[in-house]
T-cell receptor, first 114, second 118 residues
Framework: SQQGEEDPQALSIQEGENATMNCSYK?????LQWYRQNSGRGLVHLIL?????REKHSGRLRVTLDTSKKSSSLLITASRAADTASYFC??????????????FGKGNQVVVIP | GAGVSQSPSNKVTEKGKDVELRCDPI?????LYWYRQSLGQGLEFLIY????????KSGLPSDRFSAERTGGSVSTLTIQRTQQEDSAVYLC????????????????FGPGTRLTVT
């Protein structure tokens, strides 16, 4: 299975603290992407890291990728109440049909307490 | 600019009825995807369109599910003879391209249609 798996699956932190989530996957990927979902509705793309990159930053987000361990982490620094959401990792890989497909993990629920 | 839109936002239907879910992707996005998300679960891939054709429909769970896309734009997901296990949020996403990795594969999601089969 290509599907990513996030760990831990539920995280509750105080505002201002950092939140770290991990994701593992099983096969070769083109890139790995992190998405956020509020209230079980549409997902919002956060950041993409290519398979030849090891670390990437975007604002308060830091993503790492270790292809030898087939794992990635998402760090949210100085968390805010508005960061409360579910976070999904998705691995981008080429399918048998020639298209790229995103395989999503089950998500991390993060609650930031004001 | 306008994002991905989906309609209806909520749909309640009786078991056995047919339903149609609509997706309007971002203009210019050639790739379109349908996903299903059950409560507390990740996204389950259903089907991928490149233009009007669907080279990957391997995620459709049964022959009661079908989808089409016209004019390289609007897509409709149809579920025939709905069952209670079809209850879920159906999400549509589009991207610039579906056959190359990198930023062109970033997907933009609609708000979803919450389907409840009673």
């Amino acid at each position: 299975s290509q599907q990513g798996e996030e760990d831990p699956q539920a995280l509750s932190i105080q505002e201002g603290e950092n939140a770290t989530m991990n994701c593992s996957y099983k096969t070769s990927i083109n890139n790995l992407q992190w998405y956020r979902q509020n209230s079980g509705r549409g997902l919002v793309h956060l950041i993409l890291i290519r398979s030849n990159e090891r670390e990437k930053h975007s604002g308060r987000l830091r993503v790492t990728l270790d292809t030898s361990k087939k794992s990635s982490s998402l760090l949210i620094t100085a968390s805010r109440a508005a960061d409360t959401a579910s976070y999904f990792c998705a691995t981008d890989y080429l399918t048998y049909y020639g298209n790229n497909r995103l395989a999503f993990g089950k998500g991390n629920q993060v609650v930031v307490i004001p | 600019g306008a994002g991905v839109s989906q309609s209806p936002s909520n749909k309640v239907t009786e078991k056995g009825k047919d339903v149609e879910l609509r997706c309007d992707p971002i203009s210019g996005h050639t790739a379109l995807y349908w996903y299903r998300q059950s409560l507390g679960q990740g996204l389950e891939f259903l089907i991928y369109f490149q233009g009007n054709s669907a080279p990957d429909k391997s995620g459709l769970p049964s022959d009661r599910f079908s989808a089409e896309r016209t004019g390289g734009s609007v897509s409709t997901l149809t579920i025939q003879r709905t069952q209670q296990e079809d209850s879920a949020v159906y999400l549509c996403a589009s991207s610039l391209a579906g056959t190359s990795g990198g930023y062109r594969s970033e997907q933009y999601f609609g708000p979803g249609t919450r389907l409840t089969v009673t």
